[in-house]
C-alpha cells in the first residue's frame, strides 16, 4: 500500500500483484484478501465481492510469465480500539491445478502490516455547582474524564484527594480503593467521545478551625499505558 504509518480515518489502498512465476498457464485462478479487523470496506476493482472482512475475486486464468494487479481500499475508523499498534492485510492467490501443482505455494501469500500513529488523550473537569459552603453541609462533586484523542484509552486509575476538614459519604459506583484522604478507581475504560462520569460525596466539618476560608478537592486521571 506504499504506507509504513496510517492514522485514524485515513483511506488505505492495497494493490496485490498476482505473477505467474511456473511453467504452464494457471487456470481458474481464486485470490482473496482479508482486510485488516479495524477498518472499513470502501471499494474494490474487477468486481470483488466481501462477506465480513473476506473479499473474493471472481476467479481467472493468467499463462506462463503474466501479471494481473488487483486493488482493495480500506479506511481506518476515527477512533482507534484498546491495544490496537497496527492493522494486517493478508492477501492469498491459489489455482486449481489443472496443469499441475504449484512449483512453489509458500510465495502464494503475501502480508502488508503498517504501524498506527494513534494515541489517547485525556482531560478531567470537576465541579459541585456551588461556590460556597457551610459547616454540616453536603457536598457532591462531579467528576468528568473525557478522551480528546484518537484512541480509545484502558487502564485509567482516577484518584481524588479529598478536601481536608470534610468527612467522606459516597461515590457513584463502586470505587476500588481508599487510602487515607482519597478515593482510587482503577481499570476505568474511556472511549474517544464518551465522557465518563464518576461523584464523590463529602460533608464539611461542624466545626472548622480558624483560619479557614476555603476547600479544594483535587483528582487526576493517568492511563496505564494501555491504549
Known amino acids: 500500500d506504499g504506507e509504513d504509518v ?3 480515518q485515513q483511506p488505505v489502498t492495497y494493490t496485490l500483484t498476482i505473477t505467474n512465476n511456473g511453467t504452464v498457464t494457471a487456470t481458474n ?3 482473496t484478501d482479508i482486510l485488516p479487523a479495524e477498518t472499513e470496506f470502501i471499494t ?6 466481501r462477506s465480513d472482512d473476506l473479499v473474493t475475486w471472481p476467479t481467472f486464468d493468467l499463462g506462463r510469465g503474466e501479471t494481473e494487479t488487483r486493488s482493495v481500499t480500506v479506511r481506518l475508523p476515527e477512533a482507534i480500539p484498546v491495544g490496537v499498534e497496527a492493522i494486517t492485510n493478508t492477501a492469498s492467490v491459489v489455482d486449481d491445478g489443472t496443469y499441475g501443482t504449484d512449483l512453489n505455494p509458500a510465495d502464494n501469500q503475501a502480508q502488508d502490516v503498517d504501524g498506527v500513529d494513534a494515541e489517547p488523550g485525556l482531560e478531567m473537569a470537576k ?7 457551610k459547616p454540616g453541609e453536603t457536598i457532591t462533586y462531579t467528576l468528568t474524564i473525557t478522551n480528546t484523542g484518537d ?8 484518584t481524588d484527594t479529598l478536601p481536608d476538614h470534610t468527612t467522606f459519604l459516597a461515590t457513584s459506583g463502586t470505587y476500588d480503593e481508599m487510602p487515607d484522604g482519597e478515593v482510587v478507581w482503577t481499570d476505568i475504560a474511556v472511549p474517544v467521545g464518551a465522557p ?4 464523590v460525596t463529602v460533608e464539611v466539618d ?3 478551625p480558624d483560619g479557614v476560608e476555603t476547600i479544594t478537592n483535587k483528582v487526576v486521571a493517568v492511563g496505564d499505558g494501555l491504549s
Open 6 to 8: 496510517v492514522v485514524p
Open 127 to 133: 465541579e459541585n455547582g456551588q461556590d460556597t459552603v
Open 196 to 199: 465518563i462520569r464518576l461523584t
Open 206 to 208: 461542624q466545626a472548622l
Open 151 to 158: 484512541q480509545d484509552a484502558a487502564g485509567v486509575v482516577v
Open 44 to 49: 474494490a476493482s474487477h468486481k470483488a465481492t
Open 29 to 31: 485462478v481464486e485470490l
